[in-house]
């Protein structure tokens, strides 16, 4: 029971409930006191000590809480805004579009924290500039906000030509990346259970009806025409790697298969020419056998001397480097290029 209560066990790892392992002191002697003090004074922002940057003031409004950091950073809780006060569902005055925004760095390189009167500066969301963002929102057009197309496997919802709202979460920065220790999986649709089991069918959060949960879509350069000038960039399905393994060793097996039935043709033709060289004709003189041609037999010979060095050795050599391709493709133990993914799998 105190093993229960001294740990806390996940897959393949443990540990204490209260850990001490690593503590030091923060504290440090008084000559490490006065150099830190220093740096502080004659090096802003060294050691963790505050520097000023140019920041502009960002409007707030009277639903909004705002938590803001010592520079340019903040959490905003209110209503959807991605613009000025009266963008968004949360402009235009609707309830249940609450919303937690996450921004670093408001208006990014060209934050200036005065305006070229000398008056402050000031701004209002802005999804084009800021640096960072988390945005989290009960109700609001994220793609619209974000300036995504539509992609087939997560096609946009919309009524006439305009986006309608859901519940969404959208991350924006000059980089992202999402680590997991022991994996990471993106999931469309509903979870089982209670929530796949709804009265009248599967809802989403504003209550509508959903028939059919969209896909999952990684989309480069947030290009999505499908018939675009460029056709590297049209958005397309993604290769189930079974499959296409299932048919290339179907694919490898035919083709061998060919070579097989080409390699029994040129020894049927090879041991047909032979007979056509060597072939006579009863003479009109006492019936006796002619000579066979002596032209047909120089060219047959020829012919037959090809078929065997060339068409045989090469068939030979082809049909080893089928066995040997569909191994190192498609062979999941011993192929070196195994076409299928070890580690990440779609449906």
């Known amino acids: 029971m105190k093993d229960t209560q001294d740990k806390i066990s996940s897959n393949k790892t443990v540990s204490k409930a209260v850990d001490y392992d690593g503590y030091e002191s923060d504290e440090f002697s008084d000559g490490a ?13 060294v050691g963790g000590s505050f520097q000023p940057e140019p920041e502009p003031k960002f409007i707030e409004t009277e639903s909004e809480h705002v938590i803001k950091g010592k520079n340019n950073s903040y959490i905003v809780m209110g209503k959807d805004r991605p613009g000025n006060i ?34 402050d500066a000031y701004v209002d969301n802005n999804f084009i500039y800021d640096a960072a963002r988390i945005y989290i929102s009960q109700k609001t057009n994220i793609d619209t906000n974000f300036g995504l197309q539509s992609s087939p496997g997560a096609p946009t919802a919309k009524d006439d030509g305009q986006e309608m709202p859901r519940a969404a979460i959208g991350m924006k920065a000059d980089v992202i990346r999402i680590i997991g220790r022991e994996n990471i999986r993106i999931v469309s649709g509903f979870g089982v259970g209670p929530e796949s089991d709804m009265v009248n069918g599967k809802k989403n959060s504003l209550g ?10 990684l989309i480069a350069n947030n290009n999505t025409n499908p ?15 079974n499959n296409l393994r299932e048919c290339i060793d179907d694919l490898y097996q035919q083709v061998a298969s060919l070579s097989g039935h080409l390699s029994k043709f040129v020894l049927d033709q090879t041991n047909f020419n032979t007979h056509v060289i060597k072939h006579t004709h009863s003479s009109p003189f006492f019936n006796g056998p002619t000579r066979p041609a ?23 050599a082809h049909q080893a480097t089928l066995i040997i391709n569909k191994k190192t493709y498609t062979d999941a133990l011993l192929g070196e290029k195994y076409i299928c993914s070890y580690k990440n799998h779609t449906n």
């Open 86 to 119: 009266f963008s968004g569902y949360g402009g235009l005055g609707n309830t249940r579009s609450n919303t937690i925004d996450v921004v670093v760095g408001r208006m990014g390189f060209l934050a200036k924290s005065k305006r070229s009167d000398g008056k």
């Open 294 to 316: 002596e032209r047909l037999e120089n060219v047959g010979k020829g012919i037959n001397a090809v078929m065997a060095s060339f068409f045989q050795q090469n068939l030979k």
């Open 33 to 45: 006191q006065e150099l830190i003090r220093d740096l502080k004074k004659n090096y802003p922002g």
């Open 227 to 241: 018939r675009g000038v460029d056709m590297s960039t049209d958005v397309q399905p993604l290769v189930k790697g």
């Open 208 to 217: 509508g009806r959903v028939f059919d949960s969209g896909g999952i879509d």
